[in-house]
């Protein structure tokens, strides 16, 4: 069932630096493009990071009952090093480096890419398009901005015309803040700007020096598309020539979202995007994660433990779970202590979603003030999520009605509710948990073998009680407690969890 006309979402528009009322291109329907890797390494966390926010805002989406058409590139070419106009390209440079045909390093990595992402449960995208792919449309789109003279030829590669599109209306430098004037007066020094007619302007098309393995034809040169063009086509291609939300790393407002506004504006007389949205960086024991300082981590340690910052390994679900717990637009920083927090908490949650999906509901005397308050829980929920996929404070929410179910357990005390607010509490928690926040039981500490012993001395210990032994009684459940096993007494018989 819909849920769309009762939650009325708000999202922070970093083009607008405020939240704005979500207002859909097409009513019930949701387009939404996430810059994609460029693969010529190994995914790593910070990416991670921000692809998995936008999993979360596509899960909400879908819970709420939007169609939704989710849209993450592969750039498979033109992304040069240091994000810059000259130079190797990465994947180019990756190939020559291991003496691999570059589309070899593309296949890896992209294999690489998607093993990550499935093993942290994310959705795929409803399409994955390659920049290798969509050439021909690349090509379209630069000769609609060189017939617009928003674009000029220059030995062989082709530039877009800042100052020109400014002249004419477009407000270059919105969406990151950047003062144009102090970018025009740039150093023409720096390689690659003798071709230019302004510092500011970006390639839509380069061409290939002799030494440049990765090399198409066009009109202008033997040569290859501009990293920033490559995104600005896809969208269009997939989602129109204005769709709802864009969404990438706060590293990628400038140049590169910057410059596919210019170009889409450009190219089709209206702003490309409704809703730009940026997720914000990891950094790790406090500091900024960098290679160079062998301040990094790999998802793979991550689950390996493999690494001496870290105490222990830890499952991708708990992982996913410790980045729900910060805000997409806030600097999370990892750290072993921090991780480990966060796995006792989710192996709260999650004995709580067990229990909630078990519970055989049969009514009983009606507690009006315990309905009302789950409902409140309930609609709390909601609001959060509505204020920009506010996950923390959902997350909150979510433990309040932690408390309230494992009350309600103990007591065996679920047919207080009404039968319509006890199938409200278990569609919005155990919705949230599974359907929005993605997350699964993680069983990677436990086995049939471990239930089975734990299970038998739990019936030893009933088999003491009955024969009135209390002393064994006792001490199998110390015992139990003693080594993270909690046993919970109730009328159906005795549970446990395992902290």
């Given at each position: ?247 990438g790393g706060m590293d990628l407002k400038f ?41 990094t981590l790999l998802p793979e340690e991550l ?178 407690i003693a080594i993270g096993v909690q046993l ?12």
């Open positions: 069932m819909s849920k769309i006309k009762d939650n009325q979402i708000y999202i922070y528009n970093s083009l607008k630096g405020e939240k704005e009322k979500f207002v859909p291109v097409s009513k019930n329907h949701v387009g939404i493009y996430v810059c994609g890797p460029t693969v010529y390494s190994n995914v790593h966390l910070g990416n991670c990071r921000t692809f998995l926010s936008f999993d979360m805002v596509v899960r909400y989406f879908k819970f709420l009952g939007y169609k939704v058409r989710y849209v993450r590139n592969i750039t498979d070419a033109g992304h040069l090093e240091n994000d810059a106009e000259v130079g190797e390209d990465k994947i180019a440079k990756k190939a020559r480096l291991e003496q691999l045909e570059p589309m070899e390093i593309v296949q890896r990595y992209t294999v690489d890419f998607h093993n990550v992402m499935n093993s942290f449960n994310a959705l795929p995208p409803s399409i994955e398009p390659t920049a290798t792919g969509h050439l021909i449309e690349q090509i379209e789109m630069i000769q609609e901005s060189l017939a617009k003279g928003l674009a000029y030829e220059s030995n062989g590669s082709v530039y877009f015309d800042v100052k020109k599109y400014m002249e004419e209306g477009g407000d270059y430098g919105a969406l990151s803040g950047r003062d144009v004037d102090e970018l025009m007066s740039g150093s023409r020094d720096l390689e690659g700007q003798e071709e230019k007619k302004n510092p500011t302007d970006f390639a839509l098309w380069k061409k290939a020096s002799p030494a440049h393995i990765m090399r198409w034809n066009s009109p202008w040169s033997v040569g290859f598309p501009g990293w920033h063009l490559e995104c600005s086509v896809m969208g269009t291609k997939y989602l129109g020539k204005q769709f709802d939300i864009h969404g140049p590169h979202h910057e410059c596919e506004i210019a170009q889409g504006k450009a190219a089709n007389n209206v702003d490309p995007v409704n809703y730009w949205m940026h997720g914000n960086m990891l950094t790790l024991n406090g500091k900024r994660m960098s290679k160079s300082t062998g301040n689950f390996s433990g493999k690494n001496t910052l870290l105490e222990k390994a830890f499952s991708t679900t708990v992982v996913r779970f410790f980045m729900l717990q910060a805000h997409y637009r806030s600097v999370l920083d990892f750290s072993s202590e921090a991780l480990t927090a966060s796995e006792k908490g989710f192996k709260k949650l999650m004995t709580a979603f067990d229990i909630l999906e078990k519970v055989d509901y049969k009514p009983t005397s009606l507690n009006k003030e315990e309905n009302v308050l789950i409902k409140d829980l309930c609609a709390a929920c909601y609001a959060e999520m509505n204020d920009d996929f506010n996950t923390p404070k959902t997350i909150a929410k979510l433990f309040d009605m932690v408390a309230k179910i494992n009350t309600y357990n103990e007591k065996q005390s679920f047919g207080q509710l009404e039968e319509s607010t006890f199938k409200l509490l278990k569609e919005t928690f155990c919705g949230m948990i599974s359907d929005v926040f993605g997350l699964v039981a993680d069983n990677s500490g436990s086995n049939d073998t471990l239930d089975k012993s734990i299970q038998l001395l739990i019936d030893m210990r009933a088999n003491a009680k009955k024969e009135r032994n209390f002393a064994l009684s006792d001490e199998i459940r110390d015992k139990l919970k007494d109730g009328k159906e018989g005795t549970t446990y969890s395992v902290e």
